[in-house]
């Protein structure tokens, strides 16, 4: 049997969700990035990471990137979630150049996933950065705002939930192929 765990770091939930749904559906274990290190990550054979999208960053990413020598070896999958829709592939242009600058994600499988915001729950921090964000595209002509920065205006201070356990298909069923292939090379080393 292949050892599966699912790692994440949630600040308002959505990632959390999304980790709960992928360890169900792969019966596999979860832990919080908090509650895991390199010593129990080197104990399976898939690792999946997933955390929220904040600046174009995926939070917590250091924990594979800082423990990657240790885990090299290991089937590395990362999903991320954000407020943005991951099938407008413009959305990740920036996330994706911070990522290719680091070799390691060559060889790491990367999905997105869509989360949920509610403006009432947000930290100070976050408010503030979201109401600068919507005064400046406020200022902006229509014809120059991106898809994202519109669909931002129209749902500016509401409360939306993107979360639907069909967005982790793919990633689960890449899983499926990866845990088979294990699998199948275990019984050839017998």
Known sequence: MVNILVVYDSKYGNSE???????????????????TSYYIMTRYQIIIYGGGIYMDKINGLNLIIDNYDAIKEKEIIVFSVGTKDPNDKENFIALNKKLSKNKIFDNIKI????????????????????????????????????????????????????????????????????????????????
């Open 17 to 35: 969700k999304y980790a709960k749904m992928i360890a169900t559906a792969l019966n596999a274990d979860i832990l919080p990035k908090k509650k």
């Open 111 to 190: 999905y997105n996933f869509r989360g949920d915001i509610n403006y009432k729950k947000l930290s100070i921090v976050d408010k503030t950065l979201i109401n600068l964000m919507y005064k400046n595209l406020t200022k902006k002509p229509e014809n120059k705002l991106h898809s994202f920065e519109k669909e931002f205006l129209e749902i500016y201070n509401t409360k939306t939930n993107f979360v639907d356990e069909k967005n982790i298909k793919d990633l689960v069923e890449y899983v499926k192929k990866v845990e088979k292939r294990i699998e199948d090379e275990i019984l050839n080393d017998k």
